[in-house]
């Protein structure tokens, strides 16, 4: 099979959004983006082995968000029934809230979108917490969190800092002194906490990012480790069998974790 024809004409989607997660997939691999967003392409490749125990584990992730919604509108967690591993989980989860609380008010799965040059940018947060003047978003994870310099890379991290920071206060109708992101695993009970900081210059990475999409030839990437996590894997001729394995594959993010991040792009 040959490679796929760029074709350069084709642009994003009407109407569509940047989030963390799309332009993860673009730092990660550009051809990936391209399938993915630009032509809207399905390949049904598995992106982890065993295929059932993946499936498992997002079902189970999926279940935690659900449960975990529930009782932020104000169900109590005895009332939902909870096998393993969700009741591990959401013992953490409570001890995390302990940890991190009490709030004065809360939101539960709430999205904020952002504008940055003419394009729109968009967050969901697991929960949004305010706490006097502090606005927490706090990301619940079902697995190991990454090394805190693999987190402090991701789109994410750089995605929700500049979304909150630009929408909380006009949310809230009320200035805020500090903007906080906050990974908590439920799996390891690890918290990883990063503040807004307007030395991180996240306008400009984010702008020059923006851009690198525009003029892209979208090329495949040369770090095959991305590979093994690709649904596209056949498609690009690069192996037919996942090589990774579901705990090395972030379940609520939808991104991958490569064991070796030193060489991880940078934005
Ligand atoms: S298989 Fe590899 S080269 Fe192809 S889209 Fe996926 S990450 Fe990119």
Redesign the pocket.
């Known amino acids: 099979m040959g490679d796929i024809k760029i074709d350069p004409h084709m642009g994003l989607p009407a109407g569509f959004h940047f989030s963390q997660s799309n332009l993860q997939d673009f730092v990660?691999?550009p051809?990936?983006f391209y399938?993915r967003h630009i032509l809207n392409q399905q390949w049904p490749a598995p992106t982890t082995e065993p295929q059932r125990e993946f499936e498992q584990a997002m079902q189970n992730g999926e279940r935690f968000h659900r449960v975990v919604e529930r009782h932020q509108l104000g169900i109590p967690l005895s009332l939902m029934s909870a096998l393993s591993p969700l009741d591990g989980w959401l013992t953490r989860y409570e001890q995390h809230l302990a940890t991190l609380g009490p709030f004065d008010q809360v939101w539960a799965e709430i999205a904020f979108s952002s504008l940055i040059g003419n394009h729109t940018l968009v967050a969901k947060f697991d929960l949004l917490a305010l706490k006097g003047n502090t606005i927490i978003a706090i990301d619940w994870k079902t697995g190991k969190l990454p090394q805190r310099p693999t987190l402090q890379r991701r789109l994410q991290t750089l995605v929700y800092l500049y979304v909150l920071h630009q929408e909380a206060s006009r949310y809230l109708g009320k200035p805020l002194d500090t903007y906080t992101l906050t990974y908590a695993s439920v799996a390891t009970g690890e918290i990883q906490t990063f503040d807004y900081s307007p030395s991180e210059g996240y306008t400009g990475r984010l702008t020059t990012l923006l851009n690198n999409i525009q003029h892209s030839a979208f090329q495949?990437?040369d770090d095959q480790r991305?590979?093994r996590f690709?649904a596209?894997?056949s498609l690009?001729e690069?192996g037919t069998t996942p090589t990774a394995l579901p705990d090395e594959y972030d379940i609520d993010g939808d991104w991958a974790i490569p064991r070796d991040t030193e060489n991880e792009v940078e934005f």
């Open positions: 990660d691999c051809r990936r399938l495949k990437t991305h590979c690709c596209y894997r690009c690069r």
